[in-house]
């Protein structure tokens, strides 16, 4: 049975798509899709998504989201949201799953100190590290470097990217110079990437006790669907009245999200993948809705993402990123051997230096920042 025979003509198809850039035999049991999603699932990249974070740091708690849970939870809605548009759902999965891999250690604050660093070399951005990632950095394959990824897939990755970088990259960039939009599984992944960030923020912020419900329900997103919760369940406090709460406003967003795009899309009148390129974007929220996710965005960014307890974690980071990078600028010797360029050339030295920084965990690289600075016994 073909698993792709039931998905709408504007979806993406295997048999339409750009292809690999190194051919290889048709999978047997499964999609050219699903082969992407379990080529992602097994690389290292992937694995090392579990002790990465982006707002909270690893060892600051066990319930916070790490990158591989975020990654995970976006899946989920992608997925949701693209079957009920009878799109293709192992593509959504693929992006969904690989669209963090080229982050940092530290989250936004690691990416801005790497890019401060790698500013004479072309800069740092994650979104074209995730696609490095996937093209050349996993090595598990006999015939090629990378996982060898579909077209469609490797174009959702990077998400975004400047035009220098797009200009250089052939035809993965086209689209950022020509302004043609991406698939749509590509359009629902990122609008899945900001429904989930945004509520498990809201949920590990109040976890964390950084948020306050009092704050919260300044927030009418929040405090709408908490008084809601509260008229089913009176009385219900805590975690529960939470998580009712928050998984209310998931739905909400994804319901939306689904019934707008679904209008959006037949008023485009599709025929093709092709029309989709050349249409605005099409998956998207009403109005109304875009309105009150761009407030609770900026609550968030007020609120917890400044907090001065975030801020001194943000600081401590940045600084292990820009002095691994400085040590290692200055003595190239000290790098692990893949990872010294031979012939020595400094934008490549610089890269390399870049390449092993971003892979680097949260812990790891506040170990190696530990084995690199410090001199008393056992850290070596
Ligand atoms: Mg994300």
Redesign the pocket.
């Known amino acids: 049975m073909n698993p792709e025979a039931s998905l709408a003509p504007h979806a993406a198809h295997s048999a339409l798509s750009r292809g690999r850039l190194f051919e290889e035999a048709p999978p047997n049991a499964r999609s050219e899709f699903q082969r992407d999603r379990d080529r992602i699932i097994h690389c290292t990249a992937f694995r090392r998504l579990e002790y990465k974070t982006?707002v909270f740091v690893n060892h600051e708690g066990d319930l916070f989201r790490t990158?591989l849970t975020?990654?995970i939870e976006?899946a989920q809605i992608a997925r949701s949201i693209a079957r009920n548009l009878q799109l293709n759902e192992d593509l959504v999965e693929a992006i969904s799953l690989a669209?963090?891999l080229g982050h940092t250690p530290f989250g936004h604050a690691g990416q801005d100190a790497l890019n401060d660093c790698m500013e004479a070399h072309g800069g740092f951005e994650h979104n074209l590290q995730s696609l490095r990632v996937v093209d050349k950095l996993e090595q598990r394959y006999g015939a090629f470097d990378g996982l060898n990824l579909m077209f469609e897939t490797r174009e959702g990755i990077l998400k975004h990217c400047s035009l220098t970088n797009a200009k250089k990259l052939g035809d993965i960039g086209q689209r950022f110079i020509q302004r043609l939009q991406p698939s749509l599984e590509a359009q629902v992944a990122n609008l899945a990437?900001e429904i989930?960030?945004n509520n498990h923020d809201v949920d590990d912020g109040l976890r964390s006790g950084l948020l306050t419900l009092e704050q919260m329900n300044q927030i009418d997103f929040y405090a709408t669907h908490s008084r809601e919760v509260e008229l089913l369940f009176p009385g219900l406090s805590g975690r529960r009245a939470i998580n009712e709460t928050v998984r209310r406003m998931i739905n909400a967003l994804i319901t939306d999200l689904i019934q707008t795009s679904q209008q959006r899309i037949l008023d485009a009148r599709l025929q093709s993948v092709d029309d989709v390129r050349n249409a605005p974007p099409l998956i998207a929220f009403s109005d109304g809705m875009a309105r009150q996710a761009a407030l609770l965005k900026r609550f968030l960014r007020e609120n917890l993402y400044r907090h001065y307890l975030v801020n001194r974690m943000t600081a401590k980071a940045r600084r292990i990123v820009a002095e691994l990078y400085a040590c290692f600028s200055a003595e190239p010797t000290l790098l692990p051997p893949d990872y010294q360029a031979a012939p020595a050339n400094s934008q490549q030295q610089a890269r390399a230096i870049a390449d092993y920084i971003a892979g680097m965990t949260d812990r790891y690289a506040i170990r190696e920042h530990r084995r690199l600075f410090l001199v008393d016994e056992g850290h070596l």
């Open positions: 982006q990158r975020h990654s976006v669209h963090d990437d989930a960030y």
